[in-house]
């Protein structure tokens, strides 16, 4: 994947995140997995927080458990041992339909791959976790939030174009619309910029920057791009399933400075 080059002016960093307030919290967390008579351990005992607010970037080279650790973020895998928190609520044994609903309202997901619904149309996939998890039933309210998503990412004219008519840019700033419909306090992206070329990684990034600044949401950002973690407020590496460093990035420590 090419390095994302960012406009100089996308970081606004968080000056008011509380260390203390923590909106995820991993401990001792391991997970294997048995081939055959082999038992193979992908993570060997993470710890970390992340605050509210905070944009965290998790690096690692391929093998290294960064797309593990994030499925067990969302709750979309179980732990071998140790625990997830999420807003102070531990979800790795939570009974299945207790974890979908804290899920469905928790957690924006950003999948490198798009994964809108074909039939759907721009507008429709936005829409979806709206129409799926809101007790409101307020369709009116829901839809124009969708349409000022969409109208946030620049596809005010695309409401109704299927996924198949839309470039790889434009459906991954649909999956960032549909993330944040719900307002949820964290979204976890799994390398967003990784299927795009560099304008359109580019600009799918400041999106999601932009999103995230005016959400106020919590962000767990997977990626190999060294260019695009510089923009987090904390950059945490993986190696062998363990955290080899958890680190403030250069950008942070200026503003610390």
């Not at 950003?110 to 809108?116: G, I, K, N, P, R």
């Not at 998503?149 to 299927?162: A, C, N, Q």
Request: hydrophobic share 40%; proline share 5%; net charge negative.
């Amino acid at each position: 994947m090419p390095e994302v080059a960012l406009a100089p002016a996308v970081p606004s960093l968080a000056p008011s995140i509380d260390p203390s307030a923590a909106m995820i919290s991993v401990e001792a967390l391991r997970k294997s997995l048995r081939t055959g008579s082999t038992n193979v351990e992908i993570l060997k005992g993470i710890d970390f927080r992340v605050a509210k607010g905070e944009f965290v970037a998790i690096m690692g080279a391929s093998g290294s458990g960064k797309s593990t650790l994030l499925g067990l973020l969302a709750g979309l895998d179980n732990p071998t041992s140790g625990d997830v928190r999420l807003n102070g609520t531990a979800i790795s044994y939570l009974q299945e339909d207790k974890l979908a609903q804290l899920r469905g309202r928790t957690i924006g997901f950003v999948f490198q791959s798009y994964q809108l619904i074909p039939t759907l149309t721009a507008l429709e996939n936005v829409l979806l976790p709206y129409e799926l998890n809101d007790e409101s039933g307020d369709r009116k309210a829901g839809l124009a939030r969708a349409t000022a998503l969409l109208d946030s990412v620049g596809l005010s004219s695309r409401v109704d174009h299927y996924p198949v008519q839309l470039s790889g840019g434009e459906q991954q700033r649909v999956a960032l619309a549909r993330a944040f419909i719900l307002k949820p306090p964290i979204v976890l992206a799994d390398e967003p910029t990784g299927n795009l070329d560099t304008a359109n990684g580019s600009a799918v990034l400041n999106l999601l920057l932009d999103l995230n600044r005016t959400e106020g949401t919590t962000l767990v950002l997977v990626t190999h791009d060294p260019a695009l973690a510089a923009y987090a407020h904390r950059r945490i590496t993986l190696r062998d399933g363990l955290v080899v460093s958890d680190e403030r990035t250069a950008s942070q420590e200026a503003q610390g400075a």
